[in-house]
């Protein structure tokens, strides 16, 4: 069962869920996400798609909830095969003098010192054949973006090390930039721009995904 296993955090909106649902005719979807209305939307989009999915609405900043899981995870499967990285926290926009102290402390929490244990407990359930998928956001450099951008480019320099830790051994670790798509997330930052001529998850989710190696 392992080699059908995916495992999304971030799975109940926008790419997280584009991605689940395009990886539900061959694998079974272990969504995490906090928002539970919006896990069970998914959920009944993959059952009227032929395909399964166990839910798990759960905080990826809590260490011990994501201990559990990966526990029971690694109990009922042995493993996964997948593991797409997609939950991450975006601050009010803001220019760099005037970053709210709250705000900047919850962002470093869930986009860089939840990889402290998400990574640690991962990597068991992947193996050495598994593959773990991050995903890159370059606007985080553009102007008022600074906690999101900081806390993202953190989030991917922790990722490119562990991919060239285990280049080698495995797992196979990979980062991916999306193209820009009509996001709730890309909405907090450009609220205005024209939504159409934007990519959309699903579109973009199939395209990624033709990229594994």
């Known amino acids: 069962m392992t080699d059908q296993i995916a495992l999304i955090t971030g799975a109940s909106r926008g790419l997280g869920a584009s991605l689940a649902r395009a990886l539900a005719p061959t694998h079974h979807i272990v969504a995490v996400a906090r928002t539970v209305g919006a896990l069970e939307e998914l959920d009944d989009s993959i059952q009227a798609a032929g395909g399964s999915a166990t839910l798990a609405p759960m905080d990826v900043t809590n260490a ?15 493993g ?11 601050p009010p926009l803001s220019p760099a003098p005037h970053i709210d102290a709250k705000d900047w402390a919850k962002t470093v929490t869930a986009n860089v010192s939840a990889m402290g ?38 989030q991917i320099a922790l990722a490119r090390t562990w991919a060239a830790e ?15 798509m009509p996001t709730a997330l890309r909405a907090r930052f450009h609220p205005g721009e024209d939504r159409e001529a934007l990519t959309h998850p699903d579109a973009e989710a ?4 033709t990229l594994l190696e």
């Not at 011990?64 to 042995?78: E, V």
């Not at 553009?142 to 999101?148: I, L, S, T």
């Not at 285990?166 to 820009?180: E, F, H, R």
């Open 117 to 154: 244990h998400l990574i640690p407990f991962v990597a068991p359930l992947l193996g050495t054949d598994g593959r773990a998928v991050f995903f890159d956001d370059p606007a985080g450099a553009e102007k008022f973006h600074g906690a999101y951008g900081a806390t993202k480019a953190a």
């Open 206 to 209: 199939a395209r990624l995904l």
């Open 64 to 78: 011990d909830a994501m201990a559990q899981l990966c526990r029971s995870i690694h109990d009922r499967w042995g």
């Open 166 to 180: 285990s280049a080698v051994s495995g797992p196979k670790v990979q980062i991916l930039t999306p193209a820009p």
């Open 80 to 90: 996964v095969a997948l593991w797409l990285h997609t939950a991450v926290h975006v």
